[in-house]
């Protein structure tokens, strides 16, 4: 069954996500030199080879006004084509019924990646860089009796099924649709995506169409507020991937909502040029950390926006959820629950000296296997004679070294150099690809480092910022 459908009709992006490599079969030639082309050209092959409508459909026939079915029918060509297969795992992937649903500016790109000019290449000369109509390069790579296309980048893995030659080139036949690689570098970070129609050009329509985003879709749906993201007012979307929700869970129906409109805001927000706060739809205040690598963070969350042209804002990835600031007490329970830690022995602390944290501040709150391994957890768990215990006036200036009052510093905040707490300087440093974050007392007599743990970026009320951390800091 063929598609209705041609180039032009499509106004669709998509993003298509997943993690490997594209690899065909070559078919090899055993004669030292070339037989005899055929006289059908690439498109009369392409029309004529069975499994192939899906893509003829796309590039159409050759006329004034589809130059590129015009250009395949003379000079030199090299033409992948994905069969009707590919297209179909292509829609399943992004939950699509058509192609018609897909942006017609990416898929021309994704089309014309397909095809390289001036070349006839057959299956056993596949073993250069090359470059497409899209002006992408295509790399190749032999292993064993299969070449592979663009191994680092290409996100799907793809076996040619046959090729067939032209009177002006050849056509490899392939099983799935290969992305060119600003497309496939997406791969990493988010799952299946797609863009907007003409039918659900809102921000509804965005939610709907991306499949890498359903769990906060449902979050949205379940509170009312997708009727609200309707409207004609614009809003900014933050919109966390799916795997963000397998390290959070809801303590409450009210946090639902809570949640939900901590992740939408009012107008078409540039997160990029919005200064260092922004408030949410429910009133609640984000940071925003700009980093000098250009990525920018949402309290903690490093954010991707793809620019989707949605006619009444815009959508926002998030590599995390935002979870709504609650108590210190509240968000320590949290915290526990989450990393499976303990920190019986920091509430303890807290409440035994009636610690005031204060506003504005940086906490490194220590599990109890820190406060273990500094020897204070008789002191703070015992229920021995009081003697045994530890002066509240020591433990609270322990406490106060914990807390910082350079500001909030979420994880992208950090940088190398000295920190003020409550009671006296600690040393930052950032070390290895990953940017590992350790605190060192500056106490001549302990020299304790410490290191930031999972999980960080817990935003309490009065601004406040909880990290966690495996040692504790000394005075």
């Not at 079915?69 to 019924?97: C, D, S, V």
């Amino acid at each position: 069954m063929k598609h209705p459908f041609t180039l032009r009709k499509l106004h669709f992006l998509f993003i298509c996500l997943l993690s490997s490599s594209i690899i065909f079969s070559s078919c090899k030639d055993d004669d030292d030199g070339e037989p005899p082309r055929p006289d059908d050209n690439l498109i009369e092959v392409l029309s004529n080879t069975e499994g192939l409508d899906s893509l003829a459909a796309l590039i159409g026939t050759p006329s004034s006004s589809n130059p590129l079915a015009t250009r395949l029918t003379t000079g030199e060509y090299t033409l992948f084509a994905p069969n009707n297969e590919a297209f179909a795992n292509l829609l399943n992937t992004l939950g699509l019924q058509t192609m018609s649903e897909l942006r017609g500016d990416i898929l021309s790109d994704v089309i014309l990646y397909h095809v390289v000019a001036n070349i006839a290449l057959n299956s056993n000369e596949l073993d250069s860089t090359i470059t497409s109509l899209s002006v992408s390069q295509m790399s190749f790579e032999s292993e064993g009796d299969s070449t592979l296309i663009n191994p680092d980048t290409q996100p799907f893995r793809t076996v040619v099924v046959n090729t067939v030659a032209a009177s002006n080139g050849y056509m490899h036949i392939t099983n799935q649709v290969i992305l060119p690689p600003g497309v496939a570098s997406l791969a990493p970070l988010f799952g299946s995506l797609a863009g907007l129609t003409s039918t659900l050009g809102d921000i509804i329509g965005v939610q709907n169409l991306d499949g890498g985003i359903s769990t906060i879709n449902n979050v949205f749906n379940s509170t009312g507020l997708l009727s609200t993201l309707s409207g004609s007012s614009p809003y900014t979307v933050l919109a966390p991937i799916n795997s963000a929700f397998d390290d959070f869970f809801f303590v409450s129906n009210e946090n639902v909502s809570q949640t939900a409109n901590y992740h939408v805001l009012d107008g078409n927000v540039d997160l990029a040029s919005a200064g260092r706060t922004i408030t949410t739809l429910g009133g609640q205040t984000l940071y925003v950390s700009n980093t000098s690598d250009g990525a920018t963070y949402l309290n903690g969350r490093v954010t991707v926006d793809f620019n989707y042209p949605a006619n009444n804002g815009r959508l926002v990835h998030l590599g995390g959820v935002l979870k709504p600031a609650a108590p210190l007490t509240d968000m320590v329970d949290y915290v526990e629950a989450l990393s499976g830690s303990s920190f019986t022995i920091f509430r303890k602390a807290l409440e035994e000296t009636s610690f005031d944290v204060g506003s504005n501040r940086t906490i490194f709150m220590p599990t109890d296997a820190a406060f273990e391994s500094a020897g204070i957890i008789t002191t703070i768990d015992s229920v021995e004679a009081e003697a045994a215990r530890i002066d509240p006036s020591v433990l609270s200036s322990i406490l106060q070294k914990h807390v910082v009052t350079d500001g909030i510093l979420f994880t992208p905040d950090f940088e190398a150099g000295t920190l003020t707490t409550l009671n006296g300087n600690l040393a930052v440093t950032l070390e290895g690809d990953n940017g590992t974050i350790t605190l060192n007392d500056n106490n001549a007599a302990t020299e304790i480092n410490a290191n930031l743990q999972f999980p960080a970026n817990n935003l309490v009320e009065n601004g406040v910022v909880i990290h966690v951390i495996n040692q504790v800091l000394l005075p």
